[in-house]
């Protein structure tokens, strides 16, 4: 534990940086760690909630429950209970919460608990980010590793007096979270040892989540050969996440790069999967089709979807391409992403200074190993995070295309497109110095329909 004038220290520190940031500024300031500054963009620039707001609402009974995450709430329970004494000699409370952030159990000290109950920190109350602002158990549903938030962390005024850590667990296939584990202590500070100690809590857990999700794909593989005996037309099968975990000879090549066993290569596609286990897990003779364009086969091509049950879960689909039975399912993009899955600003290093940028002022991004480096209205930076894969995958409903190994494109920032002499398309880029950005020929035609929309 640190000394009490360090912490002290630091929590005036993060809130004159907050009161800075409330009032407007895009802050880049040491004072505040990265992921507690995206989750307060968040909290100012798309939910846009009261900073000054003091009590977590009432949680709403909206939320679409499945067997796996009962079965994690009640583990979580048993976990809760493991660590109730060591939580209580900190002072704290041990809270679990489902997949939405409305708390289930709240455990521990007396005093945390009465305190707790004046911020509604109880069970039947909303905790995720867009309801109650930057907190341990919401911000963990939107950071994959979880999260420590300090008493002046939080975007709540009236919460500045927690401290809290929450670790979540999700789901293998959908990476969805299905429950959050926190440690949440009233007027004093947690010791950075909590995340590390909260996650070994919940490896247990994750691990029986992924030798069940194994096991998921062990059986639609062999639903999907029994199936390809019988009728021989193209299969897939795919995962409750939209992955393809196996493939016939004619269905082969719609796959990708493996996950659990190959993945699917057409995001909107997952999206659509997911959109039909939800409607299959209500009606379990649910059939289904869509009409995507999918790359790998360079056309149009409608694919059938079968829930797969087993043991009275649905654990997948049985996809057949070029058969369209059952219920149309339309491509359009679904609103109420994951919170914190599309990030409104980006962060960007420029020398010693940490810039705040929106999407629309980032021209392309360009690869060099595993840094990015970002062509900018500021000229070029490096990006914080680190991976092309995921700068373009966090930005992708933004506009931002890949179009080369190396590079990620604004399809906004785009003036015109080049052939080179030996056919080679090129990307001249919406700027006065007229970059260009080269566009590998596998890309070529999806690069076309991005551009077109």
Request: glycine share 10%; hydrophobic share 40%.
């Amino acid at each position: 534990m640190q000394p009490a004038s360090v912490w002290e220290a630091r929590d005036r520190a993060t809130a004159q940086a907050w009161e800075r940031f409330v009032a407007g500024s895009d802050i880049g300031d040491a004072a505040v760690r990265p992921e507690i500054l995206r989750s307060w963009h968040r909290c100012r620039d798309d939910y846009k909630l009261d900073p000054r707001q003091c009590r977590a609402p009432a949680a709403d009974d909206r939320c679409e429950h499945s067997l796996a995450s009962a079965r994690v709430v009640a583990e979580l329970g048993s976990v809760g209970r493991s660590l109730l004494d060591d939580v209580e000699a900190l002072g704290g409370l041990v809270v679990i919460t489902d997949g939405a952030g409305r708390i289930l159990t709240a455990q521990g000290d007396r005093a945390a608990i009465r305190h707790g109950a004046q911020s509604n920190l109880a069970p039947w109350s909303a905790w995720s980010e867009p309801a109650t602002g930057t907190n341990g158990m919401g911000t963990a549903l939107a950071d994959p590793v979880g999260i420590l938030v300090r008493r002046q962390e939080h975007w709540c005024e009236g919460l500045r007096d927690w401290c809290c850590a929450g670790i979540p667990v999700r789901d293998p296939a959908t990476g969805q979270p299905l429950a959050v584990l926190d440690v949440s202590a009233w007027g004093k500070p947690l010791p950075d040892a909590v995340l590390p100690w909260l996650r070994r809590a919940v490896r247990g857990i994750e691990r029986e989540l992924r030798e069940q999700a194994r096991r998921d794909a062990a059986d639609l593989q062999a639903v999907l050969e029994k199936v390809d005996r019988l009728c021989g037309k193209p299969l897939v099968a795919l995962d409750t996440g939209g992955g393809i975990v196996a493939a016939n000879a004619q269905g082969k090549p719609l796959a990708g790069r493996s996950r659990l066993g190959l993945t699917i290569d057409y995001p909107a596609l997952g999206e659509i999967v997911r959109r039909g286990i939800s409607r299959a897990r209500t009606y379990r003779s649910w059939v289904g089709f869509a009409v995507p364009f999918l790359p790998s086969f360079g056309d149009i091509v409608p694919l059938t979807m079968r829930p797969v049950v087993r043991n009275n879960r649905v654990i997948g689909v049985l996809g057949t391409l070029g058969e369209s039975e059952g219920e149309q399912m339309s491509l359009e993009v679904q609103p109420s992403p994951p919170p914190g899955a599309t990030p409104r600003r980006v962060l960007a290093l420029q020398g010693s200074r940490l810039l705040v940028l929106h999407p629309e002022q980032i021209m392309f991004a360009e690869a060099e190993r595993n840094t990015v480096w970002l062509m900018t209205d500021h000229g070029r930076v490096r990006a914080r995070e680190r991976g092309l894969e995921r700068f373009a995958s966090e930005l992708h409903d933004r506009g931002f295309v890949r179009v080369h190994r190396h590079f990620v494109v604004n399809s906004q920032r785009v003036r015109e497109i080049s052939r080179g002499f030996g056919g080679q398309l090129s990307l001249v880029m919406d700027s006065v110095c007229g970059r260009t950005v080269p566009v590998s020929r596998r890309r070529v035609a999806e690069v076309r329909r991005a551009l077109a929309r």
